[in-house]
Antibody, heavy 124, light 113 residues
């Protein structure tokens, strides 16, 4: 069974930093691209970043480009999201998700498994 | 970026009746090389992560009840829930994955009338 478990969320002041982690199990982690999707309180889903299976390619939404960095450790089956220069509008639930098929790059595919998410609150 | 627009924002349907949600993309998500529509539907119940219901616009995922169906092509898509059940109360999202920045619709909340 595929499992994705996020951690690292919390309360942080504007301008601060957080590092989210997503620990994965139940699939061949090193062969799948992964992604982060966030959801502001009471709002819809927003794709924010993706990383290829070996970490050679990364992509970001304009809203986080230059502030967030995605990375992964295939030896520990974990993907990370380093969030710097946080703003109030970054507040929300952050989910990691798995692309539906293995690939060496970030594929044009849907997400077939999601984690429960970790809550980030940016407030003074 | 491709903008996804869903309608309506919310709807209330009686148990056993049909619910229909529309999704329109700002540009076609149909790849001419393989004739596939890069469009998915997700269901999100309160307090839960999204669940993939339908991929490639019409392909129902394993374990998804047969009352859920997807249709459409190009820029216009529809999710239909036939014979609505109480457990179908949720927010439904369409998503295009034609581009790497897979954008979502704003969501449609389905409730029981």
């Amino acid at each position: 069974e595929v499992q994705l478990m996020e951690s690292g969320g919390g309360l942080v002041k504007p301008g601060g930093s957080l590092r989210l982690s997503c620990a994965a199990s139940g699939f061949a982690f090193s062969t799948y691209a992964l992604t982060w999707v966030r959801q502001a309180p009471g709002k819809g889903l927003e794709w924010i970043s993706a990383i290829s299976s070996r970490g050679l390619s990364t992509y970001y939404a304009d809203s986080v480009k230059g502030r967030f960095t995605i990375s992964r450790d295939n030896s520990n089956n974990t993907v990370y999201l380093q969030m710097d220069s946080l703003r109030s509008e970054d507040t929300g639930m952050y989910h990691c998700a798995k692309y539906s098929a293995s690939s060496g790059y970030v594929p044009q595919l849907h997400f077939d498994s999601w984690g429960q998410g970790t809550l980030v609150t940016v407030s003074s | 970026d491709i903008v996804m627009t869903q309608s309506p924002d919310s709807l209330a349907v009686s148990l056993g009746e049909r619910a229909t949600i529309d999704c329109k993309s700002s540009q076609s998500v149909l790849y001419s090389s393989n004739n596939k529509n890069y469009l998915a539907w997700y269901q999100q119940k309160a307090g839960q992560p999204p669940r993939l219901l339908i991929s490639w616009a019409t392909n129902r995922e394993v374990g998804v009840p047969g009352r859920f169906s997807g249709s459409g092509s190009g820029t216009d898509f529809t999710l239909t829930i036939n014979s609505l059940q109480a457990e179908d109360v949720a927010v439904y999202y369409c998503q295009q994955y034609y581009t790497t920045q897979g954008t979502f619709g704003q969501g449609t909340k389905v409730e029981i009338k």
